[in-house]
Nanobody, 127 residues
């Protein structure tokens, strides 16, 4: 059974930076996709960025390309999301999620495909 624990959320002014971390434990991780999702109040959960541990391939949602970077350290035991030049629309609860299904890139942001979720960490971008 995989366990995911997010940390690193907080408040930041527009234009600022935050780094989120997802500690992953409880299983062999080689075959997993791990993604960050965001959910703001009154909105649907949306995919932000994913990494495929076996290949190192990454995926980013259009609005965050060039400003967010996902990384995997320690054989996938820690997944980071570095966020710079943050905008107010980046606010929300960020969740780390994992699946062992082999998904094509167009399904990586489908939250229903993920079996394991963390509890979330709040990010607030405001002045």
């Amino acid at each position: 059974q995989l366990q995911l624990v997010e940390s690193g959320g907080g408040w930041v002014q527009p234009g600022g930076s935050l780094r989120l971390s997802c500690a992953v434990s409880g299983s062999t991780l080689d075959h997993y996709h791990i993604c960050w999702f965001r959910q703001a109040p009154g909105t649907e959960r949306e995919g932000v960025s994913c990494i495929t541990l076996r290949t190192g391939d990454t995926l980013y949602a259009g609005p965050v390309k060039g400003r967010f970077r996902i990384t995997a350290d320690n054989a996938g035991a820690s997944i980071g999301l570095q966020m710079i030049l943050l905008k107010p629309e980046a606010s929300g609860v960020y969740y780390c999620a994992a699946t062992e299904k082999q998904l094509p890139s167009w399904e990586l942001f489908s939250g229903d495909q993920y079996d394991y979720w963390g509890q979330g960490t709040q990010v607030t971008v405001s002045s």
